[in-house]
């Protein structure tokens, strides 16, 4: 079955630049996702970024795709205090619809 | 900017008693889902629904989910005879079309089973 999986937690300093990684099972997903929770608020559509592609970036955010290997990343740069939440990975899967299948999610503590 | 919206925030029920938790989708997103996260697990997909009717569940969604939308905004969940395990944040999301799939979130209904 599909299966996201992330690391829990990362911390940095606020400057620095964040990689968060994500590895997923489903090979027919077409598209692939970030998604922002800050505490107590919902889910943030970040980027997303189709299965041909290897890399999209949009300011700030670059995301690569290594689909041979089934991994996704997302590099923050210049990561700042108001980065700090929980990021979702999650993909879609070729079920027409598209439900979307999440990661466990990682923590970002971005200390001053 | 247009957001998807959920009422009420929070929800405390008895076990047993039959709730709605109601979200009001982007006006012009044609298909809606309901998600849920119980507390420390993964986000986790229950239904899609689509011109009028599911087009996907999970099997999370038994017999005693259904979901409707009563009016041309309003998208409603209900749990007919709510457990303990039911206790969940509950997401809603909406997206215009299924091609990129963006979906929209709602912030959530904590509802809490006692």
């Known amino acids: 079955g599909e299966d996201v999986e992330q690391s829990l937690f990362l911390s940095v300093r606020e400057g620095d630049s964040s990689v968060i990684n994500c590895t997923y099972t489903?090979?027919?997903?077409?598209?692939l996702y970030w998604y922002k929770q800050e505490p107590g608020a919902g889910l943030q559509l970040l980027t997303y970024i189709f299965s041909n592609m290897d890399m999209k970036q949009d300011q700030r955010l670059t995301v690569l795709l290594n689909k041979k290997d089934k991994h996704l990343s997302l590099r923050i740069a210049d990561t700042q205090t108001g980065d700090s939440a929980i990021y979702f990975c999650a993909e879609n899967g070729n079920t027409g619809f598209q439900k979307l299948v999440f990661g466990t999610g990682t923590r970002l503590l971005v200390s001053p | 900017e247009p957001e998807v919206t959920q009422t009420p925030s929070h929800q405390v029920t008895q076990m047993g008693q039959e709730v709605i938790l109601r979200c009001v989708p982007i006006?012009?997103?044609?298909?809606f889902y309901w998600y849920r996260q119980i507390l420390g697990q993964k986000v986790e997909f229950l239904v899609s629904f689509y011109n009028n009717e599911i087009s996907e569940k999970s099997e999370i969604f038994d017999d005693q989910f259904s979901v409707e939308r009563p009016d041309g905004s309003n998208f409603t969940l209900k749990i007919r005879s709510t457990k303990l395990e039911d206790s969940a944040m509950y997401f809603c999301?909406?997206?215009?079309?299924?091609?990129?799939?963006?979906?929209?979130f709602g912030p959530g209904t904590r509802l809490t089973v006692l």
């Open positions: 999301a909406s997206s215009v079309e299924p091609g990129t799939n963006e979906q929209f």
């Open positions: 006006s012009n997103h044609l298909y």
């Open positions: 489903d090979s027919s997903s077409t598209y």
